[in-house]
């Protein structure tokens, strides 16, 4: 999820702890927990730093270690260790427990976006992208804000934020059966489909969808129990060729491939040097691929530039390349 609503459910989380008997006897602790809770709904992200050293390493690692097992068992204690240096005192069992559970759904609830977390590691590194909530959702969103305004004007802190859980407890069922319907529609028109690939959008009906057979690759849209055709690509599987095999080397591409499991490439010759172009397909936008990796290759087949990303115009592109380094 978004950074924001990571925010709220933080709040929502230290709301909840006021119904923990304990808590509601002790002000300083529901206060304690409050921030615990706040900072444990954005631990996991901790990692964004990595997007000051560079877009491969922001890639390849973002939810990934963060959001493993160890360090949803670290991080709890990691920020209930801080709290009582400065705040001495507090009930260190309880401080813990919703620091814990803030932490533990802030993992839980990024496994529902189309990105993903690593939250099986080190058991399974295998991705979990269920691709049933949009990174940023209006209705989870705006249902906090809501229950924070109820809670400001009287309404029982945790016994509001409970009753909000409950209602978000059914939209989420709601979202998977809707993404089922869209993967039903799909293996009707496509029995033959090897994957179906399927991102939620900003709009509630509307879903991202890629369509890989033994010999295409479909993208569409799906909408209102109909699905919509917007480009289809012949499915080439990389190819062991030398132009191929120096791009891969590459930490941008290699990120990208870490990263994307629907995507098409090709070779572009630019006269005095190569580019290896690898689209995602998940992301289509106005008619446009924006996360891309591309590789400048000379021919004597040395890299000599390359970016992976978020590109909207061909114009940042080449800036990207002029300045980026092997």
Not at 88 to 102: E, I, K
Not at 251 to 268: D, G, K, M, T
């Amino acid at each position: 999820m978004d950074t924001g609503t990571h925010v709220v459910m933080g709040i929502a989380v230290g709301s909840i702890a006021t119904l923990d008997p304990v808590v509601a006897n002790d002000p300083l602790l529901a206060q304690t927990i409050m921030l615990g809770a706040l900072i444990g709904s954005q631990a996991p992200d901790f990692d964004t730093v990595l997007k000051l050293r560079n877009n491969a390493k922001y890639i390849r690692n973002h939810r990934g270690i963060t959001h493993s097992i160890p360090a949803v068992v670290l991080w709890p204690i990691l920020i209930t260790a801080a709290l009582a240096f400065f705040i001495p005192g507090v009930n260190l069992l309880h401080l813990w427990a919703w620091t814990f559970s803030a932490v533990i759904l802030h993992v839980f609830v990024d496994i529902f976006n189309a990105y993903g977390t690593q939250a099986l590691y080190p058991f399974k590194k295998k991705w979990i992208a269920l691709g049933v909530i949009y990174i940023f959702d209006p209705f989870i969103f705006i249902g906090h804000i809501v229950a924070i305004i109820f809670w400001q004007i009287g309404f029982h802190q945790g016994f509001t934020f409970l009753t909000l859980y409950f209602v978000l407890i059914f939209y989420y069922v709601w979202r998977f059966y809707a993404r089922n319907k869209v993967y039903k529609l799909a293996m009707q028109e496509h029995p033959d489909a090897t994957h179906v690939f399927i991102s939620p959008s900003f709009k509630w009906r509307r879903w991202h969808v890629v369509i890989r057979t033994k010999d295409m690759m479909y993208v569409a849209q799906a909408e209102k129990d109909q699905i919509k055709y917007h480009e289809s690509y012949p499915f080439e599987p990389i190819p062991n060729i030398p132009i191929i095999n120096a791009a891969k080397k590459d930490e941008n591409l290699s990120a990208f491939l870490s990263f994307s499991p629907s995507y098409r490439w090709e070779i572009v010759d630019e006269g005095d040097h190569q580019e290896v172009r690898f689209i995602d397909l998940r992301y289509r936008s106005k008619g446009h691929y924006p996360f891309v990796a591309i590789v400048k290759i000379d021919n004597n087949h040395n890299i000599l530039s390359s970016y992976t990303g978020w590109i909207y115009n061909q114009d940042t592109l080449k800036k990207k390349l002029e300045f980026a380094t092997e």
